[in-house]
Structures are given as structure tokens and as C-alpha cells.
């Protein structure tokens, strides 16, 4: 299994950004993909997700109504928009992919974001 991430770069607060998270290796009808971050000094957190059969999604309260995540069957990715990015969004983001009431278990190589003020 693959997850490879892509779309992270530098961007003034208040921009916008779109990650991406393309999955291969295996099915992922019976799965969730999620996107967690990790600033510098910081432990890794939740961001969003998004269930890939009935395309429910999740997010943390911070990012609620700034951040959508979605989901191309066909191309099998995932994408998480970026709106209004605040400074303190700056991290490195991370896709991961996890059965339904199980932990995650896929992870992909991270991709920086960074919000200047």
C-alpha cells in the first residue's frame, strides 16, 4: 500500500491551499483516509477525514468551515482544500488510511505547509 501526498507549500495567512493523496496497493471501499499535521515542537493531531464508501467526513474544530475533504473514486485520491490558513495551520501534513473502527495503519511521507503572517 501507497499513500503519496503532494500539494504543501508556503502561502500568506488567508490563502488557500490544496493537498492531495493519492492511494494505491488495494482497495479502499471498506477504509477511512485522514489527514493529520504535526507542527515543529508539537504531537501530531487530527485534521479531517473522510470515509471512502459513504464519504461522511470529520473534522477538528479548528479547521471546521475553512478545510473541506473529499474523495475521486476514480482517480482514488484524496484531497483535503485549504481556506483562510491561518498561521498556526503551518506543520507538516500527513494522509493515512485505516480500516473502519480500527486504527490507522497506512501513513504517506508528509508535506510541509507554511503560513506566513
Do not use: H
Not at 477504509?31 to 461522511?56: C, D, H, L
Amino acid at each position: 500500500v501507497q499513500l503519496q501526498a503532494s500539494g504543501g507549500g508556503m502561502v500568506q495567512a488567508g490563502g488557500s491551499l490544496r493537498l492531495s493523496c493519492a492511494a494505491s496497493g488495494r482497495t479502499f471501499s471498506s477504509y477511512r483516509m485522514g489527514w493529520f499535521r504535526q507542527a515543529p515542537g508539537k504531537e501530531r493531531e487530527f485534521v479531517a477525514a473522510i470515509t471512502w464508501s459513504s464519504g461522511n467526513t470529520y473534522y477538528t474544530d479548528s479547521v471546521k468551515g475553512r478545510f473541506a475533504i473529499s474523495r475521486d473514486n476514480a482517480k482514488n485520491t484524496v484531497n483535503l482544500q485549504m481556506n483562510s490558513l491561518r498561521p498556526e495551520d503551518t506543520a507538516v501534513y500527513y494522509c493515512a488510511a485505516g480500516r473502519l473502527g480500527s486504527q490507522y495503519e497506512y501513513w504517506g511521507q508528509g508535506t510541509q505547509v507554511t503560513v506566513s503572517s
